[in-house]
């Protein structure tokens, strides 16, 4: 939905950049036009009609009208959940981030940072403190998580490093990886 004009359902109420659209199913939508060029920058959507949007779509990254963001209410609890975002405006989701343990941080995160429609990097918040525990990338496409670092004690350093693939390691040269613990 790009268009701002749309027709939404079938009692809507409407003011200069906003349409509020209540359908028979009770379920609503909320269409913003923030900039007023025509084109809705957020839609809100209630499927359930309890008034809390299980999904919000917004354009966040680009000036081509598409709305490339959407976040959502996986349990209706009213807070967001998960966010899935085309950071490139080419129509497919490059990022996803996840709230697993409902704190209203993103602890989970998957992006595809070259924009070829397959995931390179992942980064996890395992104990929820708000400092990243897991980082795995794979910075040659080929499928297989080349780098990964840790930080297994938790306290914001990345404790161990693994090369998956010897030409990913900066020190296979060496005798000793100093990143590694026995």
Known sequence: ????????GNDETHDDN?????????HQELAVD???DGYADL????????GNPEVVYSNNFGHDHALDTATYDLDDDGDRDALAADRNSDGRVDLVELD????????AAVADNDYDGRADT????????????VVAVDPNEDGQVDVTARDANHDGTFDTVHYGDPQTNP?????????ATN
């Open 1 to 8: 939905m790009s268009e701002f004009d749309t027709d939404f």
């Open 18 to 26: 906003a349409i509020l659209a209540q359908y028979s199913d009770g």
């Open 34 to 36: 923030s900039n007023s």
């Open 43 to 50: 839609v809100a959507t209630d499927h359930d009609g309890d």
């Open 100 to 107: 697993r343990n409902d704190d209203s941080r993103w602890d």
């Open 122 to 133: 992942t980064v996890l918040d395992n104990n929820y403190d708000g400092r990243a525990d």
């Open 171 to 179: 020190f296979s040269g060496q005798t000793a990886d100093p990143f």
